[in-house]
């Protein structure tokens, strides 16, 4: 009985440790406004951390760790790399080679630090990207298929040496030796875009749109070099180079064909880091590079593998074009079930059976190269980390279109890696700048939580970008894209001996201690953390799920691309053909194993889809869903062809019906199918109201929003493309929730004061600084027919008095300032006749005094406007021995309520430029009398850039 009792008890404990346990889980999972004011640092963003050509020392390794924990970061990727020198600037020292003993004990320290610290790292597995080394040998590197043709005559024995194709590296093999009838055609037309359709290279930087290489011009009889059964294998009949064969009657074309290296090679590493490509079609020649070169590296580290450790990096895939590796037939039968062998004079650009056929083998052979660059490549390198604790967080799905399906190689990611870029004259397009959508849609449908970025790229630029109107527009638009987790591009490691600005990459934004506002970049990280904080949580909503297609290469575009037509009232998610295989239908909706649901589900527009993804359609149609998308034609493929076709047809005609309309709907078992609308138009037309509608906006403003919902939280995200301020209205698919506004630049929240709830809908009047931006929470129950007692949510301000007069301003004197110049009026520093202030790069420190009329703001807020302030916007504000924080997104303006006197009100604004103007100013002069020490050329198309306070600055009140 002592015993029962004595196990009653223990079990009552244990519930109530379970149910306390339980609620600790729930309460961290509540969105609270303290931690948006003061986010922890588990939030906080990342960098890649450039060890430039192997320049870098303990000493540098444990300032910079501990200048990103003293900044918020949560972590860091160690990224050994080259490019100092491109784009004519100079080389840095080269420091130990990557994976060195010597290397390794920087790594070491590094990690040690790290832990120390708390930080959360990530490690690229090479130098430079492009994964590869200085030991990988020909028969490891990436391969292509070649060949060489040779004219016989027929009915007789034909004894000849065949001429030995393309070799590249003394390295080739043979695949097959093959004959085909010989014919001459006049102005035959060749397979369209054969070089890409056969996979000898990048289809394009940026993402493009892929889909033409499933289509050519329509065949014509009779120009086909060989039915596949004309297509003779004569291999068995070659030895050592050479063919004896009894050639029947005509005239053959023999083809020799085999595979050899392609030239890619490692780019952008550092020192004697330089190399071969690895195949990517291998499991054998990874495995031999991680023995080689990864396991050392994390054996050395002991523990704190996959502890602080946590994640393993490769750069984007910029490699070109392979097509063929050792075995590939048998993987390729493996996958497609039928032989490549007999098609493969179609890479020599013959035409076999007819042009369709040919094509479909193309899209086969591409598949399949995508099949396997994710199962063999990167699903083994998630093999092999994953022994350690270890996630992958590799660039790779692109924007360079390699043989790959994005969506499939994020399938191995725990951290989902994309891109984005800074306004740059390399890529000044929004099309070329912008790639997170894809692993947006991949986190949600991989259920994983973080979605990164390298972010910030440019190519051009040095030291002039601006937080506010570079920075800012372009992470907000990747937040709305998905995004949560910023990976600076690019913190460089600069030892002291670099001087300063020190040592650089020639891409990317600087951003490292060695920037003039590093220690003013604060509160830009702070914002970027608070949102961040925010993104995390939950999933984010999205009633479009878009199938983009099973064609390769085949890489989700930016957002605006909007293949479903869904936005911008709705959000939509990509989904891959492995994905969609998974896919389920629950009360009508389309819902994948981890639960995440969507209303629709849209096919794409070029009427293409394999058997398995179309057979799978119709399954989830008849269960109930609603599939949007015009009539499936093809499968573009020789899988089980031509049979798939007939059975394609049938399926297709029984869910579009055959009177080929142009718009339509049918009813089909439980579901429905709909074609000649787009997503938005069907769910509109079905009564589903937006998820977020703008419906009051000046004209040509812009927005963008993103929608993520917790159990007991609705937040949205909003971001205004708009460089000047604006106001609209924003439309909510929320009821019965009272609106909050949160502001992360500031950390402010409240609630909306200003709202009305109409038939399901909350309305919220909206105003936005330059590139402003706010969150929308919805998480307190307030009755549904509850509305707002005020008409606005925003202040308005008014002049009380605007500072006239002379300022003191203090410069550093260490770099070439004066200890006190006399402003008589707000002007540039570059308008000064005074070299140390014309040229001057760094702090500042305007002072003065002033004098305001207390009763002017009897009863109301007051408000310090600093106007304009240049070239970077930060500043920093103290009023009358107050630190006020710093500001660094327009409008500049602080709150100054209950901290003026009637006189001598003392005001020091402290204001930071870039490197830029002192370095212009070095650019003519002797080394040694430079103040400044760099790497990056200094162009003489450079020209100075405003810099300093400019005012007006003004007293406001509000109300």
Known sequence: ???????????????????????????????????????????????????????????????????????????????????????????????????????????????????????????????????????????????????????????????????????????????????????????????????????????????????????????????????????????????????????????????????????????????????????????????????????????????????????????????????????????????????????????????????????????????????????????????????????????????????FDGLKNYGHSEIMMSEFWSPSPHRARPVDRFFVKQAGSAAKIFNKKLVGAESFTTIGPHWNDVMWSDMKPSADHEFCAGLNLVYLHTFTASPKAMGLPGQEYFAGTHFNPNVTWWNHSTEFIKYLTRCQYLLQQGTSVADVLYYYGDHSPNIGRLKEDDPAGALPGFDYDLINEDRLLALEVKDGKLVLPHGVSYRVLALPDHKTLSLAALTKVEALVKAGATIIGNKTVTTASLVKYPASEQSLK?????????????????????????????????????????????????????????????????????????????????????????????????????????FTQKDGITYVPLQFDPYGSIFVVFKKDIEKSGNGTAKTNFLEYQTVTTLHGAWDVAFDTKWGGPEKAVFTELTSWTDRNEQGIKFYSGKAIYSKKFDVNPTSSTGKSVFLDLGEVKDIGIAKVTLNGKDLGILWAPPLRVNVSGLLREKDNDLQVEVVNTWRNRLIGDRTKPVEKRLTKTNVKVLESWQLTHSGLLGPVRVLIAD
Not at 725 to 753: C, D, H, Y
């Open 1 to 403: 009985m002592l015993q029962k009792l004595r196990s009653c008890c223990l079990i009552a404990i244990l519930a109530v440790l379970s149910f306390g346990t339980a609620c600790a889980q729930k309460s961290t999972a509540i969105i609270e406004p303290s931690v948006f004011q003061n986010p922890t640092s588990d939030y906080g963003i990342r960098c890649w951390w450039w060890w430039l050509n192997g320049n870098i020392d303990k000493e540098t390794i444990t300032r910079d760790l501990e200048e990103m924990k003293a900044k918020g970061f949560s972590g860091a990727c160690i990224f050994d790399a080259g490019g100092a020198e491109q784009r004519g600037n100079d080389q840095v020292p080269e420091g130990p080679m990557f994976g060195s003993p010597a290397w390794q004990e920087l790594y070491v320290h590094a990690i040690k630090e790290a832990d120390r610290l708390g930080l959360v790292m990530s490690m690229s597995i090479q130098s430079g990207w492009n994964l590869g080394g200085p030991d990988v040998t020909p028969a490891e590197t990436a391969k292509q298929v070649v060949f060489s043709e040779t004219k016989v005559k027929g009915g007789t024995a034909v004894n000849m040496e065949l001429t030995m194709p393309e070799v590249r590296y003394d390295y080739y093999r043979d695949i097959v030796v093959l004959a085909v009838p010989s014919k001459t055609f006049t102005n035959r037309a060749p397979i369209s875009d054969l070089a890409n359709k056969a996979a000898t290279r990048e289809v394009g930087g940026s993402a493009p749109e892929t889909r033409p290489l499933l289509t050519d011009i329509p065949g014509t009889p009779g120009e086909e070099d060989a039915a596949l059964k004309q297509v003779i294998n004569i291999t068995k009949h070659f030895k050592n180079g050479k063919l004896s064969w009894k050639a029947p009657a005509g005239e053959w074309t023999i083809l020799r064909m085999g595979f050899t290296p392609t030239d890619a090679e490692v780019s952008t590493s550092s020192g004697k880091w330089q190399g071969h490509v690895i195949d990517y079609l291998s499991e054998k020649n990874f495995n031999r590079y991680w023995d080689t070169h990864v396991e050392p590296l994390l054996k050395a580290i002991g523990p704190m593998a996959g502890k602080t450790l946590r994640y393993l990096q490769t750069d984007s895939f910029e490699a070109g074009g392979l097509n063929w590796t050792e075995g590939f037939e048998k993987e390729f039968i493996r996958y497609r079930g039928y032989d490549p062998i007999p098609y493969l004079p179609v890479l020599a650009g013959k035409i076999i059976e007819n042009r369709e056929v040919s094509n479909r083998f193309l899209a086969d052979l591409r598949k399949t190269l995508g099949d396997l660059i994710s199962e063999k490549h990167y699903g083994t390198f998630a093999k092999r980390a994953g022994a350690y604790g270890i996630g992958l967080q590799p660039e790779s799905a692109g924007p360079h279109a390699g043989p």
């Open 650 to 754: 049938k399926i297709a005609d029984a869910l579009w019906g055959t009177e080929n309309q142009a718009t339509g709907s049918r009813k089909v078992g439980k579901g429905l199918v709909v074609w000649g609308q787009n997503a938005a138009e069907y769910l509109r037309s079905a009564g589903v109201a937006f998820d977020m509608e703008v419906v009051e906006k000046e004209s040509g403003s812009r927005y963008d929003y993103i929608h993520r919902v917790t159990p007991d939280t609705d937040l949205y995200f909003i971001s205004s493309q708009n460089r000047a301020a604006s106001k609209m209205t924003a439309a909510f698919r929320i009821s019965g929730k009272q609106p909050e506004l949160w502001n992360a630049v500031t950390g402010e929240t409240r609630p909306a004061a200003a």
